[in-house]
DNA sequence: GTCTATAAGAGGATAGAC
DNA sequence: GTCTATCCTCTTATAGAC
């Protein structure tokens, strides 16, 4: 573990954050310690301060990026076209982009409440962004009638719960494939704002 | 907050632990210290210890109990029928428990990841008994064709990861009501397994 | 840019008085 | 049953050598 010294600045701060977002997934932000993500680069904990200012801008970072990332990779690939293509766009996107990347979904849903008031706001805000892209889809689904939604705001929580959830328990050692869940989450997705329901047991 | 020597065994226990869960689920497990549950119960922190062996068993405790008790009230009420029934009777059962218990259902998802091996092994097979209360009614579901469940452990996660999400938006003092909430939140359940639905839009 | 050393404090847990 | 006092370890963060 120990190393020489030696001047690495270009691969030493994004490896800071890699063993940050890994160790914080694994035991939370408030278990891990400086020395211990330190250690795990391979440098001192005095030296982590030369990339960050304290540990708590090293979580803000990890979750700022990862929801820049998450509106950015959507808008590059969203779906025009009718609220089923666009929902089904949606869903696929959302459970690929975290079966993708575990540790950062992870945190993002597990460290709110250790940021401070400020950067909880800033996350917050983009989450919120995130889930508007989904609301608005649902919104004018229901609006042209090819979706029936009983509320839009909760319809929107309860699908990305449902399908962040996946990440909770897929393994690729697993039974079903990640195309295999897309497609099984989709289904779901579908079935649950499908108008054609109207006839089914109180 | 000091407080005069005396005996109060019958309320210190359950104090304690009431304050460790609210504790626990304001700012985590890692984050909070025994000076901090002991402060807000009104003792010094060494007598927490008369109570607890250490900071891990108070964790175990909360997780164990609430874990007991859900799967207790569940069976008290489970409801007997058509799977259309048992399915309606679980998803409001678990949205109007969750709603009731903010704090045990969130340390309960949340701390696992702090639970030692053994405590982690005891709380997921009490999970999992739970998580098999629903597999079990689509199951059964899917055999009589009353349900469409493309895949039915994946539809039994995803049924709970989207009730149980609730927790993390709901408040009493929004626009619904827990009952609206609990109605809106079994509609789209409903949906999401209905048979009536090979028609749809690829 | 990284190291060593250290400051200043908070952490879990225990001992023994009352 | 609770308190006070304390042990010992670990924490975040900084200072200054190299």
Redesign the interface.
């Known amino acids: 573990m120990a190393r020489k010294t030696g001047s690495h600045a270009e691969i030493t701060g994004p490896r800071i954050r890699a063993a940050a977002l890994r160790l914080f997934a694994?035991?939370?932000?408030?278990?891990v310690s400086m020395r211990q993500i330190a250690s795990e680069v391979g440098v001192q904990a005095g030296a982590l301060y030369t990339y960050t200012p304290d540990k708590q801008a090293l979580l803000f970072d990890l979750m700022r990026v990862h929801m820049e990332n998450l509106l950015e990779s959507w808008a590059a690939e969203a779906v025009f076209g009718d609220p089923?293509e666009r929902l089904e766009g949606f869903t696929r996107f959302h459970v690929r982009y975290h079966l993708d990347r575990p540790d950062e979904v992870f945190i993002s849903y597990?460290e709110l409440?250790?940021l401070d008031t400020d950067n909880f706001r800033a996350v917050e805000a983009l989450r919120r962004r995130y889930e508007m892209q989904l609301q608005d889809i649902l919104a004018d689904g229901a609006k042209v009638g090819c979706f029936?939604v009983?509320?839009t705001k909760?319809?929107t929580?309860?699908?990305?719960?449902?399908?962040?959830?996946?990440s909770?328990?897929f393994r690729d050692t697993g039974r079903?494939s990640r195309s295999?869940?897309e497609?099984?989450?989709w289904?779901?997705?579908?079935?649950?704002?499908?108008s054609?329901?109207t006839?089914?047991?109180a």
Not at 26 to 31: D, F, L, N, Q
Not at 157 to 166: D, E, R
């Open positions: 694994r035991h939370g932000y408030a278990a089923w597990m409440r250790n029936t009983p509320d909760v319809a929580m309860g699908i990305i719960a449902m399908l962040t959830g996946v909770t328990w079903l295999d869940v497609g099984i989450y289904d779901m997705t579908r079935r649950s704002v499908s054609r329901f006839d089914l047991p």
